[in-house]
């Protein structure tokens, strides 16, 4: 059942990821909206462009597609002998997985490394999936940014750690918890840099004026 807006409605909305700016586009298509960490705005039809976003929605990308192949070298770097690497995504929540999905495919073979896709959908799947990955020798992980990977990072990190299989993460909080490596920005960040947004849309800036990428990641190991 989709829900309404209340009937008091906010002079603008901040947003998270990429499944809740679609919620909220679903809701309105005038209330300005300003994302933070949104992976293709642009192949996700949020914004037309970064230079004029048009339309009520503006706010930050944290990537560019050619940090896969970064997270492909990385992975290679602290596992050589790796030559079967999958990324793991849930389709349902990545609804962008091509933007991430073709760049490490196009990068494999330079790496010499056989590239997979592996989707899950829920969390039932992920030890299968894991296990599978660990079963064939030099098998290796890299993690999509997902906001369902991001939910379940603890039980990814575990089940990597207990079938001994190398794995690069997007995000710090995912070698927090005791993954091997990630390369990622600072997500908490792009939310400071959202608040600037904001404040300008309440002082009367057009959300369709303004977009802005922002990919600056360094490797946390």
């Keep these: 059942m989709r829900r309404k807006l209340s009937p008091y409605s906010p002079d603008v ?3 998270n990821t990429t499944p809740t700016t679609i919620a909220l586009l679903q809701q309105t298509r005038t209330i300005p909206i300003v994302f933070a960490i949104v992976a293709d705005p642009i192949g ?17 990308t944290f990537t560019e597609p050619t940090m896969a192949g970064k997270w492909l070298e990385l992975l290679k770097e602290i596992a050589p002998r790796v030559v079967r690497v999958a990324m793991l995504f849930n389709p349902a929540s990545a609804t962008y997985a091509d933007y991430w999905l073709h760049p490490f495919k196009a990068a494999a073979p330079a790496f010499a490394v056989e ?7 829920d969390t039932s799947e992920l030890e299968p999936v894991i296990a599978a ?6 098998g290796g992980l890299i993690v999509m940014p997902d906001s369902f990977t991001d939910a379940h990072r603890v039980e990814i990190t575990l089940l990597a750690a207990r079938y001994r299989l190398p794995a690069v993460y997007p995000f710090r909080f995912f070698a927090e918890v005791g993954g091997l490596l990630s390369h990622g920005v600072d997500r908490t960040d792009n939310f400071r840099r959202a608040a600037t947004y904001v404040d300008r849309i309440l002082k009367g800036e057009k959300p369709a004026l303004r977009c802005r990428p922002r990919c600056r990641p360094a490797p946390t190991r």
């Design 44 to 60: 996700s039809g949020f914004v037309a462009s970064f230079a004029r976003p048009s339309g009520n929605v503006t706010g930050f």
């Design 13 to 15: 909305i901040l947003s």
């Design 115 to 121: 590239a997979i896709a592996t989707p899950v959908r």
């Design 133 to 138: 990955q660990a079963r064939e020798p030099n």
